[in-house]
């Protein structure tokens, strides 16, 4: 009888120090949090290390030590590597714990922790491709049609030099899971801009300078323009890209040259007639009468195109101080109504 009650007396003591020790947990979770949002990484540390003291098993807890480990890394400086280590071995311990069922807040630590080694195994001191591929296919099989996910699986490949790969990655973002997403739409034809191939379209090797792919990447830039046809900056986005590849575009002959400004100014046209006092657009059909007047032979032609620009250039000058003036008035009158 004896033995029992005091059994009874020391299980009834457990049930208030295990309640102090969750309590001291969730208020070393919240100034853990405080100091992270302050950047003050260390403290931070400190606190989420109590709270693992308290509860071993806190997922939330164990996530932001492993990214407060991973701000205070800095590469290429030895004495932090330290801090990468621990990072990893606790987002490492994220995806190895176990959550309860209702706990909300466990998929996007694990989305995170997946996404944060991805990144981690993609750069030095780590770099190793099948490591990061491997958190990489993780992460996107758990939501293949997330954006986010794709565009990183796409940079992985592409940091990698697998161009190929990379190119298949942002289409099935572009043409299969958002079609109608002008950010996936934009994200590829960024890509087919950057300098990766050859003059035949072939992978340049790793390092290697190569060219964007100019024809695919204005091809995309117009089915973005489509997405939406009233925004007049997807057609003046076209016609940048045009100028950029008369003005700067190699080895090209007059010929080619007089198509991209021909077409180039087209396409700023279609984004003056929806936007007139569109500051950008006029700048560029300014720059592109002025590549059409280098490629005339005709002087007249010539001075007239050159004249035209010259007018455009004044106008934006004049409607950028307007629109600037404007600015200015809306902030201070909305200063004056809040001091009100």
């Given at each position: 009888?004896?033995?029992?009650?005091?059994?009874?007396?020391?299980?009834?003591?457990?049930?208030?120090?295990?309640?102090?020790?969750?309590?001291?947990?969730?208020?070393?979770?919240?100034?853990?949090?405080?100091l992270y949002k302050e950047e003050s990484f260390r403290k931070?540390?400190?606190?989420?290390?109590?709270?693992?003291?308290?509860?071993?098993?806190?997922?939330?807890?164990?996530?932001?030590?492993?990214?407060?480990?991973?701000?205070?890394?800095?590469?290429?400086?030895?004495?932090?590597?330290?801090?990468?280590?621990?990072?990893?071995?606790?987002?490492?311990?994220?995806?190895?714990?176990?959550?309860?069922?209702?706990?909300?807040?466990?998929?996007?630590?694990?989305?995170?922790?997946?996404?944060?080694?991805?990144?981690?195994?993609?750069?030095?001191?780590?770099?190793?491709?099948?490591?990061?591929?491997?958190?990489?296919?993780?992460?996107?099989?758990?939501?293949?049609?997330?954006?986010?996910?794709?565009?990183?699986?796409?940079?992985?490949?592409?940091?990698?030099?697998?161009?190929?790969?990379?190119?298949?990655?942002?289409?099935?973002?572009?043409?299969?899971?958002?079609?109608?997403?002008?950010?996936?739409?934009?994200?590829?034809?960024?890509?087919?801009?950057?300098?990766?191939?050859?003059?035949?379209?072939?992978?340049?090797?790793?390092?290697?300078?190569?060219?964007?792919?100019?024809?695919?990447?204005?091809?995309?830039?117009?089915?973005?323009?489509?997405?939406?046809?009233?925004?007049?900056?997807?057609?003046?986005?076209?016609?940048?890209?045009?100028?950029?590849?008369?003005?700067?575009?190699?080895?090209?002959?007059?010929?080619?040259?007089?198509?991209?400004?021909?077409?180039?100014?087209?396409?700023?046209?279609?984004?003056?007639?929806i936007k007139t006092d569109f500051v950008e657009a006029l700048?560029?059909?300014?720059?592109?009468?002025?590549?059409?007047?280098?490629?005339?032979?005709?002087?007249?032609?010539?001075?007239?195109?050159?004249?035209?620009?010259?007018?455009?250039?004044?106008?934006?000058?004049?409607?950028?101080?307007?629109?600037?003036?404007?600015?200015?008035?809306?902030?201070?009158?909305?200063?004056?109504?809040?001091?009100?």
């Open positions: 009888m004896r033995h029992a009650i005091r059994t009874l007396a020391v299980l009834l003591l457990a049930i208030p120090l295990a309640n102090c020790a969750k309590v001291q947990a969730q208020t070393a979770l919240r100034e853990g949090h405080r931070a540390i400190e606190q989420y290390q109590t709270v693992l003291e308290k509860e071993p098993g806190n997922v939330e807890a164990t996530f932001y030590l492993g990214s407060s480990f991973h701000q205070l890394f800095r590469p290429g400086k030895d004495d932090t590597k330290v801090n990468l280590e621990s990072a990893i071995k606790n987002y490492k311990a994220v995806l190895e714990g176990q959550a309860a069922p209702d706990d909300q807040k466990y998929p996007t630590l694990k989305r995170n922790a997946l996404s944060a080694l991805v990144g981690i195994y993609a750069d030095d001191p780590y770099r190793d491709f099948t490591t990061a591929m491997k958190y990489a296919t993780e992460l996107t099989s758990s939501d293949p049609r997330n954006l986010q996910n794709l565009f990183a699986m796409a940079n992985l490949y592409e940091k990698f030099g697998k161009v190929n790969e990379a190119e298949d990655a942002y289409k099935k973002a572009a043409n299969e899971v958002a079609p109608t997403d002008p950010k996936a739409c934009g994200a590829l034809a960024g890509f087919y801009n950057k300098t990766l191939w050859d003059e035949k379209g072939v992978p340049v090797a790793e390092g290697k300078q190569g060219r964007g792919r100019f024809d695919d990447a204005v091809a995309q830039l117009k089915k973005c323009a489509d997405l939406d046809p009233k925004d007049p900056k997807g057609y003046y986005t076209v016609a940048t890209f045009y100028w950029d590849q008369c003005y700067r575009g190699p080895l090209l002959d007059d010929a080619r040259k007089k198509v991209l400004a021909d077409e180039g100014m087209e396409y700023v046209n279609k984004a003056l007639a700048i560029y059909k300014g720059l592109l009468l002025r590549e059409q007047a280098k490629l005339t032979k005709n002087p007249a032609t010539r001075n007239s195109l050159l004249d035209e620009a010259q007018v455009l250039q004044k106008q934006a000058i004049e409607l950028k101080k307007q629109q600037e003036a404007e600015l200015a008035e809306k902030a201070k009158q909305a200063a004056a109504s809040t001091s009100n």
